[in-house]
Nanobody
Framework: QVQLVESGGGLVQAGGSLRLSCLASGRTFSRYGMGWFRQAPGKEREFVAAISWSGASTYYADSVKGRFTISRDNAKNTVYLQMNSLKPENTAVYYC????????????????????WGQGTQVTVSS
């Protein structure tokens, strides 16, 4: 069992930056592929970014490429999402998720591939 706790959300003006963190419990964090998803009011949850269990591969939604960066620090059991040049349409609850099956990075865009989810952190971007 893995517990995930997100932090770092908040209110920021358009063009600003935030760094989200997701702390995982347990001693096997390095075995999990990790993803970030978001859900805006009235919309379905959507993929944002993913990083493989080894950290060697990353994948991004087209809408965030060049602005967001996912990374992980296995020594700290933490995955990060650095978000730059934020836009009002990035306003959402951001969730981190863990995959225990070492699926390929291409499959990590699918929320149903993940085994564990955090409770989410609110990001609000004002115009």
């Amino acid at each position: 069992q893995v517990q995930l706790v997100e932090s770092g959300g908040g209110l920021v003006q358009a063009g600003g930056s935030l760094r989200l963190s997701c702390l995982a419990s347990g001693r096997t964090f390095s075995r999990y592929g990790m993803g970030w998803f978001r859900q805006a009011p009235g919309k379905e949850r959507e993929f944002v970014a993913a990083i493989s269990w080894s950290g060697a591969s990353t994948y991004y939604a087209d809408s965030v490429k060049g602005r967001f960066t996912i990374s992980r620090d296995n020594a700290k059991n933490t995955v990060y999402l650095q978000m730059n040049s934020l836009k009002p349409e990035n306003t959402a609850v951001y969730y981190c998720a863990a995959d225990a099956d070492r699926i390929t990075i291409a499959r990590m865009v699918d929320q149903y591939e993940y085994d564990y989810w955090g409770q989410g952190t609110q990001v609000t971007v004002s115009s």
